[in-house]
Structure formats: structure tokens, C-alpha cells
């Protein structure tokens, strides 16, 4: 069983925006996501753990704009490679599923497994000018 911890609060500057819980201690779980160029940089940290992965802004927004909700299945798009991979989902009350995952081998990986709010969520969606209801 998966344990996605929830961020509900954001903080946003002209290039970056940041999510956290309402709790904001050092801590707990942080979401920063920031423009630079043809990609978008995701460092997901929790504690002094952090993830980073910088998909392609297009594909991105593409998966975003895909998302929909599947009965029985926490995430069911993915972007990034075989190595260092974002998982998405939403769940039935609109709660967006990230799943930032970095994969040792066969023998292993590493997850960071966070839940954004539905209100969290449409700040993220209007951040990256992508409609609530999924379409760019």
C-alpha cells in the first residue's frame, strides 16, 4: 500500500511555485517546480531527502491534459524514462497523484509519493495555463 502524504498550500513567484503542507515545517514534504527553457524541474523533498527530475515541459502538460480517472489504479500516465520517472493520477475526488520515482535496477528504486489537493491542484494547472478540466 502506497502512502501519498497531501500538500494543500503553495507559494508562488513569477518563475517557481512551491507546495508544502499547512503545517510548513522544514520537515515535511515540499513539491518546487520551475520553467527552465524546454523543461520543467521537479525537486520533491521530504526532510533532508530530495528528488529531482526535469521532464520536458510539452510532455508534461501533454500527460496533465490526459489524465482522467481510472477506477483501481492510483497512476495511469507517466513521463520521464525507464530511470526517473513522474507518475500521475487523479483520484475520484480530484486529488492529483505524483509519484516521483528514481529506479537504482531490476533490484530496486526510490519514491517520494505526494498527493496535491484539488485545490492545489487548479493552482498547478492555472500556474501552467492548462484549464482545471485537464485541456491546454
Do not use: C
Not at 498547478?124 to 485537464?134: A, C, K
Amino acid at each position: 500500500m502506497r502512502n501519498f502524504q497531501t500538500l494543500d498550500t503553495s507559494k508562488q513567484t513569477a518563475d517557481s511555485l512551491e507546495f508544502f503542507t499547512q503545517a510548513a515545517d522544514d520537515d515535511e514534504p515540499r513539491l518546487a517546480i520551475r520553467r527552465e527553457g524546454i523543461y520543467i524541474t521537479i525537486s520533491a523533498s521530504y526532510g533532508p531527502l530530495e528528488l529531482a527530475l526535469r521532464p520536458r515541459y510539452e510532455e508534461f502538460i501533454r500527460t496533465l491534459t490526459k489524465l482522467a480517472v481510472v477506477e483501481g489504479l492510483l497512476t495511469t500516465r507517466q513521463v520521464g524514462t525507464g530511470q526517473a520517472q513522474l507518475s500521475l493520477g487523479l483520484t475520484a475526488s480530484h486529488d492529483l497523484l505524483l509519484r516521483l520515482t528514481i529506479v537504482a535496477d531490476a533490484t530496486g528504486h526510490i519514491s517520494l509519493n505526494l498527493k496535491l489537493t484539488p485545490s492545489a491542484r487548479e493552482t498547478l494547472y492555472s500556474w501552467l495555463e492548462v484549464s482545471p478540466n485537464g485541456k491546454g
